[in-house]
């Protein structure tokens, strides 16, 4: 069902506001009660002037607009909480849904229940003749509140259930706002999904605290701020892989370029950790032997023509400097002097060194009396899994890559994750963090927040299958160049047609770009400002220009963006404060204006604003300094003399 009309009676800073969310219809809606019981007549209407422009699969697309602090955010809440908490929205409202399935216009509004301050609410629904001739309006309905303890809690009164229309929310945004009041919904916020991997890690440290304490082993030590971080990323990353391996797969050129590969390089941080700290007493590595070991490893690699098999030994040789620089060998198996001569016996051994490095590794034996994560990290590395993983993805054969032996660029496919998981906890474990990951052509903040974009709604659609969809999002536009905010609406576009193909998505947005406003027609938007109470309201009727299409300077030059003009704050103020300088002044010599006025005016751009300036100071000028402007005026004369008698004579030869 498409939403299409909301009233909000009072929510935070919202009282009694209208908010249209479809262009085709035209809600009026009239206040006939008293402040104990208020009795509304909502009047449907058609707009005869509504023209759709979106693809099938988008059922709208909504922009709701205003200045920072004007309540975007709050409406975006509202419509959180009543998707996925309307028990717990302690506000009376009135909602209208369009079934199109049933042809059918489907009204609410609250009578009753939640807190006794709340107002009730008497709604009488009038459809014009145009509206009923197309469509069946249902007589409004009441419906009511019934909370309970905790987070739980009911509604009656209504035909539907909010949770089979799924609603999502997406945003990039790292805010206070706690996320986590918007149970019932599909919340991609990033917030959110930090949370989600925070919660999940927590869960996780106390099973594991629990299962411990059971069998009377020494306690577990935890360390979860670079864990869950780890998790974070890894989450980000494999939602990233999952979307471009789909996308690409299907070669679609609707999308915006996407990367194809992923470069893994190793920067082998624990061996230069060793390096660093060789003479701590817990490590007794001989410095000389330790380097002399990594230099004959790289030129063993350099000869390999194998470049899966020398990534699969530099995984093996990363884990042994892991190893050594956490001291996981058996104590007593390995003494200090072990650990020098294993080094020693691997400069001189005859056997292949990564045979030996990897005969070493797999029969590592860990201290039970320091069995931490990192331990089992190792275990889960080496082995079976890493082998059969990495025979599967595709290593891309790039120049660039191809005689460097500590990178390795990857084709991005739906096998690629299969390797990445395998080694991913044990790079992002404790402080190490061995391989670096980038994407081959290398992303901007821009492109890197697209993808993500692309990738949380490549996750929902999974999520939701073939259903419809209210999808919300906050700022989409967020990090991106004025260039790519002008083919936002259009990237957008074109993913929800890939993404959802066999789904009906309604999109409401929230934005303060004028050029996201240009690609949306005036019926498509929602103006909100803040009153001199403080208070949100719709301001639709402020707005007199024409949106779809419009030139992106003349929709700065309206007032609802900026009151103060099109330069900046700081620049205006300067301008201002110089203007008020040059007014103090009795008398200005040629002196005192190269000294004090000629560079300042230089930086002022707006030509008839430096002219102003310029006349204002010649007001004030000495006789000398008045011919040297004059001077100065006569070179400019000169020149457009010379540039108009040449496009004359430029006109005369062509006629």
Not at 134 to 151: D, F, H, M, N, Q
Request: with cysteine; glycine share 6%.
């Amino acid at each position: 069902m498409e939403l299409l009309f909301l009233w909000i009676e009072d929510f935070r800073r919202i009282r009694q506001q209208p908010f249209n969310f479809s262009g085709q219809f035209d809600f009026t809606i009239t206040d006939s009660g008293n402040s104990k019981s208020r009795s509304y007549i909502i009047e449907i209407g058609l707009n005869e002037n509504y023209q759709n422009i979106f693809p099938p699969q988008v059922s709208n697309i909504t922009g709701i607009v205003g200045k920072n602090g004007s309540g975007k955010s709050t409406l975006m809440h509202c419509l959180k909480m009543m998707y996925g908490q309307l028990p717990r929205l302690l506000s009376p409202l009135i909602f209208s849904f369009l079934d199109l399935d049933k042809n059918t216009i489907y009204t609410y509004y609250y009578q009753k229940g939640g807190l006794s301050s709340m107002v009730t609410l008497n709604v009488i629904l009038q459809g014009t003749k145009k509206v009923q001739e197309r469509y069946i309006v249902a007589e409004a309905k009441p419906y009511s509140l019934v909370t309970l303890a905790g987070e739980h809690g009911k509604t009656r009164g209504l035909d539907f259930e909010f949770a089979n229309f799924p609603c999502a929310f997406l945003s990039s945004n790292f805010d206070s706002h706690r996320e986590e009041v918007y149970n019932g919904i599909l919340n991609q916020s990033t917030r959110q999904r930090l949370d989600d991997c925070l919660q999940h890690y927590i869960l996780s440290v106390e099973r594991s605290a629990v299962k411990q304490g059971n069998k009377k082993k020494p306690a577990l030590t935890i360390d979860p701020y670079p864990s869950h971080l780890r998790d974070f990323y890894k989450n980000e990353l494999r939602s990233n892989i999952r979307f471009i391996a789909y996308a690409n797969k299907r070669k679609t050129g609707r999308l915006p370029n996407l990367p194809t590969t992923i470069v893994i390089r190793c920067n082998f941080e624990d061996y230069e950790y060793l390096l660093e700290n060789f003479q701590r007493s817990n490590f007794f590595i001989d410095r000389q032997n330790l380097e002399a070991f990594h230099k004959r490893a790289g030129d063993k690699l350099f000869q390999y023509k194998d470049k899966k098999k020398a990534f699969y030994d530099l995984i093996y040789l990363s884990a042994f400097y892991y190893a050594l620089r956490y001291r996981l060998f058996k104590t007593n198996h390995y003494t200090p002097g072990d650990i020098n001569g294993t080094i020693q016996s691997l400069l001189e051994t005859s056997v292949e060194l990564f045979a030996e490095i990897g005969r070493i590794m797999d029969g590592l034996a860990i201290n039970e009396e320091n069995k931490t994560e990192k331990s089992k990290l190792i275990h889960d590395l080496l082995g079976t899994k890493l082998f059969s993983a990495l025979s599967e993805v595709t290593l891309e054969d790039d120049p660039i890559y191809r005689n460097d032996f500590s990178s390795f660029q990857f084709k991005v496919d739906d096998k690629l994750w299969n390797l990445l998981d395998i080694i991913f906890d044990f790079n992002y474990g404790e402080e190490t963090s061995f391989l670096d990951f980038n994407w081959g052509d290398g992303l901007s903040t821009g492109e890197e927040a697209l993808l993500n974009h692309f990738s949380r709604l490549y996750e929902i659609k999974k999520k939701i299958r073939q259903k419809p969809l209210l999808l919300l999002i906050d700022e989409g536009d967020l990090y991106f160049h004025p260039q790519w905010q002008k083919h936002y609406i259009n990237d957008l576009v074109n993913g929800l047609k890939f993404i959802f193909s066999n789904n009906k998505v309604q999109v409401i947005l929230s934005t303060h770009s004028p050029f996201i406003v240009s690609d949306l027609p005036k019926q498509n938007l929602l103006f909100l400002k803040k009153n001199i109470t403080g208070q949100c309201i719709v301001a639709d009727n402020e707005i007199q220009t024409e949106t779809f299409g419009a030139n992106i300077h003349e929709l700065f030059t309206d007032s609802f963006f900026l009151s103060d003009g099109l330069m900046g704050e700081y620049s205006r103020l300067f301008i201002v404060n110089l203007i008020e300088e040059i007014k103090k002044e009795k008398i200005i010599t040629i002196e005192r204006f190269n000294n004090t006025y000629k560079n300042k005016v230089g930086l002022v751009g707006e030509s008839f604003i430096k002219t102003k300036i310029l006349e204002l100071i010649a007001s004030r000028a000495d006789f000398n300094l008045i011919n040297k402007i004059i001077d100065d005026r006569s070179a400019e004369l000169d020149m457009l003399k010379k540039i108009r008698n040449q496009k004359s004579d430029d006109q005369n030869r062509d006629s």
